[in-house]
């Protein structure tokens, strides 16, 4: 019991983790909002959801494609892109991959064909100019026409959505690539077909087809300011900010009231539990951070080998964790401009009350106070790391402890 094996935490990433916290309006909004709007034909735009290293954006949208394929769904896997690959490539093939499951590979209509035959090509050259050379066409005018036919099996099969992810997007680092992967996308989830309904009249419709990006928040300058209005009307950007306490807690509610299950060895089961106040302490280290929650839960897990984890076993799994937690939140502020940086920096040594845009300006040596503005707009809106309200306050409460107490010290 309590071995590497039993272990439910995972902080590694790209896992859906077994104890899993909150995100129910993310999730809620595929099943309650995007499936069955995109079933029932309904436009509905697409969706970017971006944050800061570790906040769960890959997890979330893995166990959306996980509920997903689930229902019956035809989905991709989470496609990553590699910086500077090309990601027509990845997302051709993925198509490809979506237009078998949709047993389109096997048809005989000579359009349909035709079709694959030309995102094939897109799978082997990708943006590169020699398949334009071919027949004129752009490749993403294949990579759309293919997805409407998957959209249009869709239809046919029933009550099935067509899923895309594609992760690390800020990765598309080549703007002509970016431009035909986000119009290839776009195109597919605002084309319209029309269908008989009864009655025998024809209406336009939607195609079942569901799109998700998912990256760090700086494709929103990529995506959001280059490609502009057009990106903007057809995905819906949501930024993730930490996990609530009480989404924490309510997430280890499972081992403080039954325990949980775990092989016991000899072909049964047993139960571990958790204190109330280790449970308690998890939520207060992990400052909403679901990567160091995994981590604080993993550590406690290893602390000791009695059937119920201890506060003190917490504690003592955190003091080995704690160089990993100083990293993580300093992976963050690294990547900061040196400007978000220092704002970030001066508003932490501000009494929490004092944080005012006129006292972090006068801080930071400006001679108006309207110079914080887009430094902190940006903090704020592109990677909810703060929020401007009277007083600014954080959203990212590890960067807060890291800049402001003895933390993760315990
Ligand atoms: N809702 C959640 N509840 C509990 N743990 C979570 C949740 N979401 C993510 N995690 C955990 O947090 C860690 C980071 O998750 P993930 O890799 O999805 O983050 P990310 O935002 O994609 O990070 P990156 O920017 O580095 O790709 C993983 O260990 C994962 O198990
Ligand atoms: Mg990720």
Redesign the pocket.
Known sequence: MRDALDNPF??????I?D?????TEQLSDWRDVVRPRRLAGLPERGRTVL?E????????VRRIAQQASRAGDWVTPQLRIPAGADPLKLVAEAVLALAADAGLSTSREKRIGDAIARVQAVALSGVSLTLRGADGREPYAALTELLVEVGVAAIAEGDVVAVIHID?VQNITDEKALSQLLIALGDALTHEVEVTVPGDARVARSLPIAVYL?G?PDFEDMAGARKGATFARRFKTTTLSA?DDDDLAE?LQEFVLEGWEVPDGAGGTARVRMDRDAAALIVDLCRGE??L??LAGEQAWYAGGTPTITAAQVRQGWRGAQREATAHVERILERLPARERQLLQVMAELPAAERTATRIAEAMGFAKVTEVGPTAQRLDTVRGIIDRGKPYTFRHRAVEAYLSSDWPRV
């Open positions: 995972s902080p590694g990433s790209d896992t983790p104890v899993w916290a909150g995100r944050g290293p570790g906040l769960g954006k890959s997890a979330l690390e998912t760090l996990i997430a679901p990567f929650f995994q």
